[in-house]
């Protein structure tokens, strides 16, 4: 167990993710500036943007470290850049479209104190033009069936209702602390996602490792949700197509993807099939087929992937 509040004042490793959008990132630093907890590191990892962001992000916080990747590495690889760059005890990624709330940092520290089997915590999120109004409060398990979950308390107005520490199936991965301690025995994000899903799959890992997932409602932030990519992108209705796949088929026993797989592809793939073509949402109709494909051209490439633990 951590020693008491008063005693510990650990290095938290902000790190973030920009990617053409250095105007947000800029934001989420300015909130940081006057943050209640002042041990900290900001580090910025820049994915290839068109847009020069440097300038405009050490004006906003003189002392981030920015990182300029040469291409870009998705949200896993260029949070993973961002861990290996940091010196923290403690490490909190943060989607560049978050601002924080004063206790944000102190109370997921909490939880590293009073919860030794604690490797991942994560706060309240309300999303940032609508506030008051929760996003996340944990999250539900991934369904057997159809490989989809919900946040608990989504939509929701916050009247306290889910204001308990509480362990949670999933971390979200637009704000979520992590122990060195935990990472080093359980490694960094995995990659192959690219984009979405790789939180899933790497709180999957930290529970094989026997650590747990913590909400911690007394820690809130803002989220101003889907900046990056949209929120119906082609681009997300590809990876959320091909990564739904992917982690399913590292993360399910055998008997139950069977039984995934028939939904899948029973139901999933005409229903979705058929919405797209009544939308004449062609551009999302081959972004989903890409999906698909991707992990069948992949089979043998993504099995490797696969590990023999499972947990369901």
Same mark, same amino acid.
């Given at each position: 167990?951590?020693?008491?509040?008063?005693?510990?004042?650990?290095?938290?490793?902000?790190?973030?993710?920009?990617?053409?959008?250095?105007?947000?990132?800029?934001?989420?630093?300015?909130?940081?500036?006057?943050?209640?907890?002042?041990?900290?590191?900001?580090?910025?990892?820049?994915?290839?943007?068109?847009?020069?962001?440097?300038? !405009?992000?050490? +004006?906003? #916080?003189? *002392? @981030?470290?920015?990182?300029?990747?040469?291409?870009? /590495?998705?949200?896993?690889?260029?949070?993973?850049?961002?861990?290996?760059?940091?010196?923290?005890?403690?490490?909190?990624?943060?989607?560049?479209?978050?601002?924080?709330?004063?206790?944000?940092?102190?109370?997921?520290?909490?939880?590293?104190?009073?919860?030794?089997?604690?490797?991942?915590?994560?706060?309240?999120?309300?999303?940032?033009?609508?506030?008051?109004? !929760?996003?996340? +409060?944990? #999250?539900? *398990? @991934?369904?057997?069936?159809?490989?989809?979950?919900? /946040?608990?308390?989504?939509?929701?107005?916050?009247?306290?209702?889910?204001?308990?520490?509480?362990?949670?199936?999933?971390?979200?991965?637009?704000?979520?602390?992590?122990?060195?301690?935990?990472?080093?025995?359980?490694?960094?994000?995995?990659?192959?996602?690219?984009?979405?899903?790789?939180?899933?799959?790497?709180?999957?890992?930290?529970?094989?490792?026997?650590?747990?997932?913590?909400?911690? #409602?007394?820690?809130?932030?803002?989220?101003?949700?889907?900046?990056?990519?949209?929120?119906?992108?082609?681009?997300?209705?590809?990876?959320?197509?091909?990564?739904?796949?992917?982690?399913?088929?590292?993360?399910?026993?055998?008997?139950?993807?069977?039984?995934?797989?028939?939904?899948?592809?029973?139901?999933?793939?005409?229903?979705?099939?058929?919405?797209?073509?009544?939308?004449?949402?062609?551009?999302?109709?081959?972004?989903?087929?890409?999906?698909?494909?991707?992990?069948?051209?992949?089979?043998?490439?993504?099995?490797?992937?696969?590990?023999?633990?499972?947990?369901?």
């Amino acid at each position: 167990m951590l020693p008491e509040k008063t005693e510990y004042n650990p290095l938290v490793s902000i790190v973030t993710v920009n990617y053409n959008n250095a105007a947000v990132t800029a934001d989420l630093l300015r909130s940081l500036a006057g943050n209640s907890y002042r041990n900290i590191e900001v580090i910025v990892v820049d994915n290839a943007s068109v847009e020069q962001p440097k300038a !405009i992000l050490e +004006a906003a #916080y003189p *002392a @981030v470290k920015v990182i300029l990747n040469s291409e870009n /590495m998705g949200f896993a690889g260029g949070n993973n850049v961002g861990i290996n760059a940091a010196s923290g005890e403690f490490l909190f990624l943060v989607n560049n479209d978050t601002e924080f709330t004063d206790g944000l940092i102190e109370g997921l520290l909490d939880i590293f104190r009073q919860y030794p089997e604690a490797g991942i915590a994560c706060p309240k999120f309300h999303y940032f033009f609508h506030k008051g109004t !929760i996003e996340y +409060a944990g #999250y539900q *398990a @991934v369904d057997i069936m159809t490989g989809r979950n919900s /946040m608990i308390g989504c939509k929701e107005q916050d009247n306290g209702q889910y204001d308990e520490i509480k362990e949670t199936n999933y971390a979200h991965g637009g704000a979520m602390m992590i122990s060195r301690e935990a990472l080093e025995k359980v490694g960094l994000m995995p990659e192959v996602y690219f984009l979405y899903y790789e939180e899933f799959d790497w709180c999957e890992m930290f529970k094989r490792k026997g650590y747990k997932v913590y909400y911690q #409602y007394k820690s809130l932030i803002y989220h101003k949700e889907s900046m990056s990519t949209g929120k119906n992108s082609p681009l997300k209705t590809y990876y959320i197509t091909r990564n739904r796949l992917l982690f399913m088929r590292r993360n399910i026993s055998l008997p139950r993807r069977l039984v995934f797989m028939a939904y899948f592809s029973l139901l999933t793939i005409p229903k979705n099939t058929l919405t797209f073509l009544g939308r004449r949402e062609m551009v999302h109709l081959k972004a989903f087929w890409r999906g698909v494909f991707w992990n069948i051209r992949n089979f043998k490439k993504s099995n490797d992937y696969v590990w023999n633990s499972r947990i369901y």
